[in-house]
Protein backbone atom coordinates (compact mmCIF):
# COMPACT_ATOMS: atom_id res chain seq x y z
CA UNK A 1 0.00 0.00 0.00
CA UNK A 2 1.25 3.69 -0.61
CA UNK A 3 0.43 5.04 2.56
CA UNK A 4 1.38 8.63 0.98
CA UNK A 5 -1.52 8.20 -1.53
CA UNK A 6 -4.12 6.24 0.86
CA UNK A 7 -3.27 8.92 3.04
CA UNK A 8 -4.63 11.92 0.19
CA UNK A 9 -7.71 9.03 -0.69
CA UNK A 10 -8.25 9.18 2.48
CA UNK A 11 -8.83 12.97 2.63
CA UNK A 12 -10.50 13.26 -0.30
CA UNK A 13 -13.00 11.27 1.03
CA UNK A 14 -13.75 13.40 3.88
CA UNK A 15 -13.10 16.80 1.75
CA UNK A 16 -15.75 15.74 -0.89
CA UNK A 17 -18.23 14.12 1.33
CA UNK A 18 -18.26 10.86 -0.26
CA UNK A 19 -16.33 7.90 -1.99
CA UNK A 20 -18.19 8.33 -5.15
CA UNK A 21 -17.19 11.76 -4.90
CA UNK A 22 -13.78 11.93 -4.15
CA UNK A 23 -13.23 8.76 -6.24
CA UNK A 24 -14.39 11.45 -9.59
CA UNK A 25 -11.98 14.20 -7.90
CA UNK A 26 -9.18 12.04 -8.22
CA UNK A 27 -9.83 10.63 -11.55
CA UNK A 28 -10.00 6.75 -9.69
CA UNK A 29 -12.57 4.19 -9.58
CA UNK A 30 -14.73 3.80 -6.95
CA UNK A 31 -14.11 0.34 -5.81
CA UNK A 32 -10.29 1.62 -5.79
CA UNK A 33 -11.24 4.69 -3.21
CA UNK A 34 -12.84 2.11 -1.44
CA UNK A 35 -10.09 -0.45 -1.15
CA UNK A 36 -7.78 1.90 -0.15
CA UNK A 37 -9.80 3.65 2.94
CA UNK A 38 -9.99 -0.06 3.92
CA UNK A 39 -6.46 -0.91 3.95
CA UNK A 40 -5.46 2.48 5.38
CA UNK A 41 -7.85 1.18 8.46
CA UNK A 42 -6.27 -2.17 8.46
CA UNK A 43 -2.89 -1.17 8.55
CA UNK A 44 -3.50 1.70 11.57
CA UNK A 45 -5.90 -0.78 13.27
CA UNK A 46 -8.83 1.54 13.61
CA UNK A 47 -11.83 3.00 12.08
CA UNK A 48 -11.35 6.13 10.46
CA UNK A 49 -14.88 6.56 8.93
CA UNK A 50 -18.80 5.83 10.29
CA UNK A 51 -20.42 5.25 6.51
CA UNK A 52 -24.25 5.15 5.89
CA UNK A 53 -26.39 5.00 2.68
CA UNK A 54 -25.84 8.49 1.84
CA UNK A 55 -23.14 10.09 4.35
CA UNK A 56 -19.88 9.45 5.72
CA UNK A 57 -18.78 10.85 9.00
CA UNK A 58 -15.03 10.77 10.77
CA UNK A 59 -14.98 8.85 13.75
CA UNK A 60 -13.05 10.87 17.18
CA UNK A 61 -9.61 8.93 16.10
CA UNK A 62 -10.81 9.69 11.96
CA UNK A 63 -10.58 12.79 12.98
CA UNK A 64 -7.07 12.61 14.61
CA UNK A 65 -5.69 11.20 11.92
CA UNK A 66 -7.49 13.27 9.20
CA UNK A 67 -5.91 16.62 10.89
CA UNK A 68 -2.24 14.64 11.15
CA UNK A 69 -2.79 13.79 7.17
CA UNK A 70 -3.85 17.44 6.42
CA UNK A 71 -0.85 18.62 7.58
CA UNK A 72 1.74 15.77 6.57
CA UNK A 73 -0.03 16.00 3.16
CA UNK A 74 0.62 19.93 3.01
CA UNK A 75 3.92 19.51 3.99
CA UNK A 76 4.91 16.86 1.46
CA UNK A 77 3.17 19.06 -1.19
CA UNK A 78 5.56 21.94 0.17
CA UNK A 79 8.79 19.88 -0.54
CA UNK A 80 7.89 18.67 -3.62
CA UNK A 81 7.52 22.41 -5.08
CA UNK A 82 10.88 23.52 -3.00
CA UNK A 83 12.56 20.22 -4.66
CA UNK A 84 11.22 21.18 -8.20
CA UNK A 85 12.22 25.05 -7.96
CA UNK A 86 15.66 23.31 -6.63
CA UNK A 87 16.32 22.17 -9.59
CA UNK A 88 15.26 25.32 -12.29
CA UNK A 89 17.18 27.58 -9.00
CA UNK A 90 20.11 26.76 -6.65
CA UNK A 91 18.27 27.46 -2.80
CA UNK A 92 18.78 25.36 0.19
CA UNK A 93 21.73 25.18 2.57
CA UNK A 94 24.86 23.57 2.05
CA UNK A 95 27.77 22.31 4.34
CA UNK A 96 31.20 23.44 3.15
CA UNK A 97 33.99 22.38 5.38
CA UNK A 98 37.39 23.59 5.19
CA UNK A 99 40.68 24.02 7.63
CA UNK A 100 40.54 26.71 9.83
CA UNK A 101 43.28 28.82 9.13
CA UNK A 102 42.01 28.62 5.30
CA UNK A 103 38.59 29.05 6.12
CA UNK A 104 39.55 32.12 8.39
CA UNK A 105 41.79 34.29 5.75
CA UNK A 106 40.47 32.72 2.34
CA UNK A 107 36.97 31.90 2.26
CA UNK A 108 34.91 34.86 4.05
CA UNK A 109 35.27 36.95 0.47
CA UNK A 110 34.51 34.29 -2.25
CA UNK A 111 31.64 32.86 0.36
CA UNK A 112 30.15 36.65 0.38
CA UNK A 113 30.28 36.97 -3.13
CA UNK A 114 28.65 33.36 -3.50
CA UNK A 115 25.70 34.45 -1.66
CA UNK A 116 25.48 38.07 -3.62
CA UNK A 117 25.43 35.97 -6.75
CA UNK A 118 22.20 33.25 -5.29
CA UNK A 119 21.03 35.01 -2.34
CA UNK A 120 18.55 31.82 -2.24
CA UNK A 121 21.58 29.67 -1.00
CA UNK A 122 23.07 29.52 2.34
CA UNK A 123 26.44 28.42 3.57
CA UNK A 124 27.36 26.41 6.63
CA UNK A 125 31.01 26.78 6.81
CA UNK A 126 32.68 24.31 9.44
CA UNK A 127 36.27 24.83 10.47
CA UNK A 128 38.10 22.01 11.37
CA UNK A 129 42.24 21.53 12.30
CA UNK A 130 42.27 19.01 10.27
CA UNK A 131 43.96 19.74 6.64
CA UNK A 132 43.71 16.09 5.54
CA UNK A 133 40.00 16.54 4.43
CA UNK A 134 38.95 13.39 5.51
CA UNK A 135 36.86 15.57 7.95
CA UNK A 136 34.10 16.36 4.85
CA UNK A 137 32.28 12.93 5.88
CA UNK A 138 29.44 15.07 7.09
CA UNK A 139 29.27 18.29 4.75
CA UNK A 140 27.97 18.43 1.01
CA UNK A 141 31.40 19.64 0.24
CA UNK A 142 34.86 19.97 1.83
CA UNK A 143 38.44 21.48 1.15
CA UNK A 144 41.62 19.72 2.07
CA UNK A 145 45.30 20.49 1.88
CA UNK A 146 47.78 17.90 -0.36
CA UNK A 147 47.35 15.13 -2.21
CA UNK A 148 43.71 13.98 -3.62
CA UNK A 149 41.83 12.14 -0.90
CA UNK A 150 39.93 9.17 -0.88
CA UNK A 151 39.08 7.31 -4.14
CA UNK A 152 35.42 7.77 -3.55
CA UNK A 153 35.43 11.36 -3.56
CA UNK A 154 35.41 13.50 -6.59
CA UNK A 155 38.35 16.10 -6.49
CA UNK A 156 38.80 19.57 -8.14
CA UNK A 157 41.33 21.86 -7.64
CA UNK A 158 41.29 25.11 -6.49
CA UNK A 159 44.57 26.14 -6.39
CA UNK A 160 47.89 26.00 -5.12
CA UNK A 161 49.39 27.90 -2.27
CA UNK A 162 52.41 29.11 -2.49
CA UNK A 163 54.99 28.44 0.79
CA UNK A 164 57.83 30.29 1.98
CA UNK A 165 60.35 31.02 5.04
CA UNK A 166 59.50 33.77 7.11
CA UNK A 167 61.14 35.93 9.98
CA UNK A 168 60.69 38.74 11.56
CA UNK A 169 63.40 42.04 10.78
CA UNK A 170 64.37 42.36 14.26
CA UNK A 171 65.15 38.37 14.75
CA UNK A 172 67.50 38.34 11.42
CA UNK A 173 69.27 41.71 12.40
CA UNK A 174 70.33 39.92 15.49
CA UNK A 175 71.29 36.43 14.16
CA UNK A 176 71.99 37.71 10.73
CA UNK A 177 69.96 37.31 7.12
CA UNK A 178 71.15 33.79 5.26
CA UNK A 179 72.21 33.87 1.70
CA UNK A 180 71.89 30.16 0.95
CA UNK A 181 69.79 27.30 2.05
CA UNK A 182 72.61 26.00 3.98
CA UNK A 183 72.51 29.35 6.45
CA UNK A 184 69.57 28.17 7.54
CA UNK A 185 71.32 25.26 9.89
CA UNK A 186 72.46 27.83 12.13
CA UNK A 187 68.88 29.15 12.58
CA UNK A 188 66.10 28.64 14.65
CA UNK A 189 63.10 26.83 13.20
CA UNK A 190 59.38 26.84 13.48
CA UNK A 191 58.10 23.78 12.59
CA UNK A 192 54.62 22.31 11.79
CA UNK A 193 54.73 18.76 13.25
CA UNK A 194 52.26 17.72 10.63
CA UNK A 195 54.86 17.87 7.98
CA UNK A 196 56.98 15.08 9.64
CA UNK A 197 60.87 16.70 8.61
CA UNK A 198 64.04 17.34 9.59
CA UNK A 199 64.73 19.58 6.66
CA UNK A 200 63.07 22.17 4.77
CA UNK A 201 63.01 20.96 0.94
CA UNK A 202 63.54 23.85 -1.05
CA UNK A 203 63.41 24.50 -4.67
CA UNK A 204 64.85 27.84 -6.97
CA UNK A 205 62.01 30.00 -8.33
CA UNK A 206 64.10 30.88 -11.61
CA UNK A 207 66.38 28.18 -11.91
CA UNK A 208 64.42 24.87 -10.64
CA UNK A 209 67.34 23.78 -8.21
CA UNK A 210 66.40 21.92 -5.58
CA UNK A 211 68.40 21.86 -1.82
CA UNK A 212 67.18 20.24 1.39
CA UNK A 213 68.17 22.64 4.03
CA UNK A 214 68.53 21.45 7.29
CA UNK A 215 66.59 22.71 10.35
CA UNK A 216 67.14 23.08 14.20
CA UNK A 217 63.86 23.20 15.52
CA UNK A 218 63.27 24.80 18.54
CA UNK A 219 59.68 25.19 18.13
CA UNK A 220 56.95 22.69 17.12
CA UNK A 221 53.11 23.07 16.68
CA UNK A 222 50.72 21.94 14.58
CA UNK A 223 49.07 25.35 13.37
CA UNK A 224 50.45 27.72 11.51
CA UNK A 225 48.95 30.76 12.74
CA UNK A 226 51.05 29.45 16.08
CA UNK A 227 54.08 29.71 14.31
CA UNK A 228 53.21 33.01 12.05
CA UNK A 229 52.74 34.59 15.87
CA UNK A 230 55.94 33.44 17.07
CA UNK A 231 57.83 34.54 14.26
CA UNK A 232 56.81 37.73 14.12
CA UNK A 233 58.02 37.93 17.72
CA UNK A 234 61.30 37.46 16.61
CA UNK A 235 61.19 33.45 17.59
CA UNK A 236 63.24 32.13 14.18
CA UNK A 237 62.00 31.37 11.37
CA UNK A 238 58.85 29.70 9.99
CA UNK A 239 57.72 27.64 6.92
CA UNK A 240 54.58 29.35 6.20
CA UNK A 241 51.80 29.57 3.23
CA UNK A 242 51.73 32.77 1.42
CA UNK A 243 48.17 33.45 1.41
CA UNK A 244 48.75 33.23 5.49
CA UNK A 245 51.35 35.65 6.04
CA UNK A 246 49.38 38.16 3.21
CA UNK A 247 46.17 37.95 5.42
CA UNK A 248 46.99 38.07 8.96
CA UNK A 249 47.76 41.24 10.85
CA UNK A 250 50.83 39.37 12.48
CA UNK A 251 52.37 39.69 9.28
CA UNK A 252 53.15 43.29 9.22
CA UNK A 253 56.62 42.05 11.45
CA UNK A 254 57.73 39.38 8.90
CA UNK A 255 59.48 39.46 5.68
CA UNK A 256 60.55 36.51 3.63
CA UNK A 257 63.60 34.78 4.25
CA UNK A 258 65.42 33.47 0.65
CA UNK A 259 63.15 35.53 -1.60
CA UNK A 260 64.35 33.12 -4.54
CA UNK A 261 63.56 29.84 -2.92
CA UNK A 262 60.59 27.72 -2.15
CA UNK A 263 58.99 25.03 -0.65
CA UNK A 264 57.11 22.85 -2.54
CA UNK A 265 53.15 24.43 -2.87
CA UNK A 266 50.28 22.82 -1.57
CA UNK A 267 47.19 21.60 -3.55
CA UNK A 268 44.16 22.75 -2.40
CA UNK A 269 41.18 20.55 -2.92
CA UNK A 270 38.19 20.85 -3.50
CA UNK A 271 36.23 17.44 -2.81
CA UNK A 272 32.44 15.34 -2.68
CA UNK A 273 30.85 11.94 -2.58
CA UNK A 274 28.96 12.22 -6.03
CA UNK A 275 28.97 13.78 -9.52
CA UNK A 276 25.48 14.14 -8.95
CA UNK A 277 24.58 17.41 -7.05
CA UNK A 278 22.02 19.57 -6.33
CA UNK A 279 22.08 22.64 -8.45
CA UNK A 280 23.40 24.25 -5.15
CA UNK A 281 25.99 22.55 -4.59
CA UNK A 282 27.61 22.74 -8.08
CA UNK A 283 26.85 25.97 -8.47
CA UNK A 284 29.26 26.75 -5.07
CA UNK A 285 31.91 24.39 -6.58
CA UNK A 286 31.84 26.51 -9.95
CA UNK A 287 31.48 29.44 -8.09
CA UNK A 288 34.74 28.32 -5.68
CA UNK A 289 36.65 26.96 -9.08
CA UNK A 290 36.51 30.17 -10.96
CA UNK A 291 37.37 32.72 -7.75
CA UNK A 292 40.60 30.84 -7.22
CA UNK A 293 41.09 30.41 -11.05
CA UNK A 294 42.80 26.95 -11.51
CA UNK A 295 40.70 25.05 -13.37
CA UNK A 296 40.18 21.08 -12.92
CA UNK A 297 42.27 18.22 -11.99
CA UNK A 298 44.44 17.83 -15.27
CA UNK A 299 48.04 18.34 -14.81
CA UNK A 300 50.19 18.72 -11.93
CA UNK A 301 48.36 20.54 -9.16
CA UNK A 302 51.45 21.41 -7.70
CA UNK A 303 52.60 23.37 -10.60
CA UNK A 304 51.93 27.39 -11.19
CA UNK A 305 51.20 27.87 -7.32
CA UNK A 306 48.63 31.18 -7.14
CA UNK A 307 48.02 33.44 -4.11
CA UNK A 308 44.74 32.88 -3.11
CA UNK A 309 42.76 36.08 -4.03
CA UNK A 310 39.74 37.41 -5.93
CA UNK A 311 40.25 37.51 -9.88
CA UNK A 312 39.63 40.27 -11.46
CA UNK A 313 37.16 38.70 -14.01
CA UNK A 314 34.93 37.37 -11.47
CA UNK A 315 34.94 40.99 -9.63
CA UNK A 316 33.64 42.30 -13.68
CA UNK A 317 31.28 39.80 -13.24
CA UNK A 318 30.02 40.58 -9.72
CA UNK A 319 29.50 44.06 -10.50
CA UNK A 320 27.63 43.64 -13.68
Known sequence: MDRLKALAIFKSVVDQGGFSRAAASMNLSASLVTRSVQELEAHLGV???????RTVA????????????????????ELEAFSSQSVREPQG?????????????????????????????????????????????????????????????????????EVGLYASTHYLRQHGEPGTPADLARLDGLLNRGHRCTGWSLRHR????????PMR???????????????????GIAQL?????????????LRRVLPDWSAEPVAVHLSYESRSQPLAVRKLIDHLVEWFDAGDTAGDPTEHPVPLRRREPLAATLAA
Open 47 to 53: RLLLRTT
Open 217 to 235: AVLQSTHDEVLMEAASHDA
Open 241 to 253: PAFLVDAAPAAAR
Open 93 to 161: QIRLAAPAAFGRFALGQPLAAFRARWPTVSVDLRLREDMSGSHGDDADLALSFGPVLRSSRVARRLASM
Open 58 to 77: LTSVGASVFERATGLLASYD
Open 206 to 213: HTGARETA
